[in-house]
Structure formats: C-alpha cells, structure tokens
C-alpha cells in the first residue's frame, strides 16, 4: 500500500522533481536521458563503438555521435530500419556507421557485430521478456565498457532486488506503472493489455536499480558509475568476468556426477 502511494507520488513531475532534489542533497548521481551524449562522447573517441537499439525516435544517433567523437569503428543495431533518416545522414555525412539488422539476443547477430570495446544500449532491456539473456549478449560483445539505460521501478524497502512483470496484469494494475503524467504517450503493454503481435514493443520488465544492477553483475560486469531517476536507471560498467553461464558436462562425466550426487543422498524433491 505504502509503496503504491510511493509510486504514484513520483509519478507527479512536482513531487518527482522534488525527490530528483532531495536524492541530489544526499549526494546521488541524477540522471537523465539528455546525458547519454554525454557518456557516448566521453567514452567513444578512439574506441570501436556498438549501439544496440539505435533506431527508434533517435535514427542511429548516438552511433553518429559516436562515429563523431573520433570512434574507429561503429556499428548499430536493431530488431528494424534502417529509417530513411538513418540513411539521409548516413549518406549526407559520409559515414561509416554499419547498420546490422538483427536481435541481440540471437547468435548470428552477435557473430554479425564481433567484439566492439564500448557498447551503448538505452531503452531496450524492459523490452525484452528476459533481460538477463540481453545483459549476456551484450556481455559476450563488450570488451570493455557497457553503457546502460534502462527504465526501472522504484525501489521496494526491505525487498532488494525485486522485479514486477508487466504481461497480463489487469487494468488497474498496470494503472500504476503508466507514466503519461511524465510524459510517456504510449506504453505497449502498460498503456492498454499486453499485445503479443508487438513482440519487443511491449514493456515487460519493471526491475528495481538494485534488481538491475544484480542482473549486471550476474552478467560479468562491475558498476562504476551509476545515474538514477525514479523510473529509469543509467549505468557504466567495466566488463570483468565472463557472463554466467552453465556448462553442460559430457556424457561420461555427467554420469559420473550423477553417480556422485545419488551416493551423497542430497539430491531430494523440492
Ligand atoms: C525504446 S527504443 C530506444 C531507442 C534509443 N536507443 C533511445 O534510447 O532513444 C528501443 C529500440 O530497441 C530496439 N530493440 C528492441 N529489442 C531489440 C533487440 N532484441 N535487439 C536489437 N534491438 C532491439 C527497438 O526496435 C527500438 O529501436
């Protein structure tokens, strides 16, 4: 209940700028999506560069931005285009940009963009069903940095981590999570019921800042600087290890595990 009056209250630009405020009085990073050319410029010169999900509303952007602050290589990606914006500054700039048409999550794609060292993705991880698999990819590309923005949710007290699904809630349950009152004209699957003809257009995933960051780090990366606002969350991160993965045995030894677990005793219905 409480939590809901808290999600409603930073829902109304007033109260949610005074919070903008007062986490700023306490030292926090604010963010905003107006930053991001920022850290595309800051970390792009001399660096081969990715954008994944570089096209809508923004046409390839920040790829540009990239390709403008002295990137050596860039490529951009998304599930669709390229727009004729795209291809207008493309062709009136002479760019090298390479446009790849792919999904992130699938492995063509990944052997399509090769290793890049600075991976930029905003607005696309509460668009996929599982977003881990999504941090993974971008893992499995990332040599150096990833930066990272993302829609959240506002934190749950005394529930670290936590996560809401968006598909098949009822109307008044989506109700919360719409945004219209900052802005937000059309969320697919929040603004009206899930509509699975839209496939990545629908807002599946509303993960808490402490949820992402957790996601991020299961996926090989460290945090190094964080931006937080009361629905979105940026972050720049340092890849170290590599993502999490399960490796299944061979035959041979799988049996000899198997063997081993039984002879233990520990393996009991859950
Ligand atoms: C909300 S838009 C964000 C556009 C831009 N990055 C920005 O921040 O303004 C999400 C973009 O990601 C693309 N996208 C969604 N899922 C994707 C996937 N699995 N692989 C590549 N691109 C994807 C969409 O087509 C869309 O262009």
């Given at each position: 209940?409480?939590?809901?009056?808290?999600?409603?209250?930073?829902?109304?630009?007033?109260?949610?700028?005074?919070?903008?405020?007062?986490?700023?009085?306490?030292?926090?990073?604010?963010?905003?999506?107006?930053?991001?050319?920022?850290?595309?410029?800051?970390?792009?010169?001399?660096?081969?560069?990715?954008?994944?999900?570089?096209?809508?509303?923004?046409?390839?952007?920040?790829?540009?931005?990239?390709?403008?602050?002295?990137?050596?290589?860039?490529?951009?990606?998304?599930?669709?285009?390229?727009?004729?914006?795209?291809?207008?500054?493309?062709?009136?700039?002479?760019?090298?940009?390479?446009?790849?048409?792919?999904?992130?999550?699938?492995?063509?794609?990944?052997?399509?963009?090769?290793?890049?060292?600075?991976?930029?993705?905003?607005?696309?991880?509460?668009h996929?069903?599982?977003?881990?698999?999504?941090?993974?990819?971008?893992?499995?590309?990332?040599?150096?940095?990833?930066?990272?923005?993302?829609?959240?949710?506002?934190?749950?007290?005394?529930?670290?981590?936590?996560?809401?699904?968006?598909p098949?809630?009822?109307?008044?349950?989506?109700?919360?999570?719409?945004?219209?009152?900052?802005?937000?004209?059309?969320?697919a699957g929040?603004?009206?019921?899930f509509e699975?003809?839209a496939?990545?257009g629908n807002w599946f995933?509303?993960?808490?800042?402490?949820?992402?960051?957790?996601?991020?780090?299961?996926?090989?990366?460290?945090?190094?600087?964080?931006?937080?606002?009361?629905?979105?969350?940026?972050?720049?991160?340092?890849?170290?290890?590599?993502?999490?993965?399960?490796?299944?045995?061979?035959?041979?030894?799988?049996?000899?595990?198997?063997?081993?677990?039984?002879?233990?005793?520990?393996?009991?219905?859950?």
């Amino acid at each position: 209940m409480l939590y809901r009056w808290k999600v409603r209250s930073l829902k109304l630009p007033r109260l949610n700028l005074f919070w903008r405020r007062w986490r700023a009085r306490k030292g926090d990073v604010l963010g905003s999506y107006d930053r991001l050319p920022e850290y595309v410029r800051r970390h792009a010169p001399g660096r081969s560069f990715a954008d994944i999900g570089c096209m809508w509303g923004v046409n390839g952007e920040y790829a540009f931005i990239a390709e403008e602050a002295g990137a050596t290589r860039v490529t951009a990606v998304d599930v669709f285009g390229p727009t004729p914006e795209f291809e207008e500054k493309h062709r009136a700039g002479g760019s090298r940009v390479e446009f790849v048409l792919g999904d992130i999550t699938r492995a063509d794609t990944l052997d399509q963009i090769g290793e890049v060292d600075v991976v930029f993705c905003a607005g696309v991880l509460y668009h996929h069903p599982s977003p881990f698999d999504v941090l993974v990819a971008l893992r499995r590309i990332c040599r150096e940095t990833l930066i990272l923005r993302t829609s959240t949710i506002p934190e749950v007290r005394g529930l670290p981590n936590a996560a809401v699904y968006f598909p098949m809630l009822d109307a008044r349950s989506r109700e919360l999570w719409n945004l219209k009152s900052l802005g937000l004209l059309h969320q697919a699957g929040i603004s009206r019921e899930f509509e699975p003809s839209a496939g990545y257009g629908n807002w599946f995933w509303g993960l808490t800042p402490s949820c992402l960051e957790s996601l991020v780090k299961t996926a090989g990366f460290r945090v190094d600087f964080r931006a937080m606002e009361a629905f979105a969350h940026t972050v720049v991160c340092t890849a170290v290890t590599p993502a999490l993965q399960h490796d299944l045995p061979d035959a041979l030894s799988s049996r000899r595990l198997a063997a081993e677990i039984s002879a233990a005793g520990i393996a009991r219905p859950a």
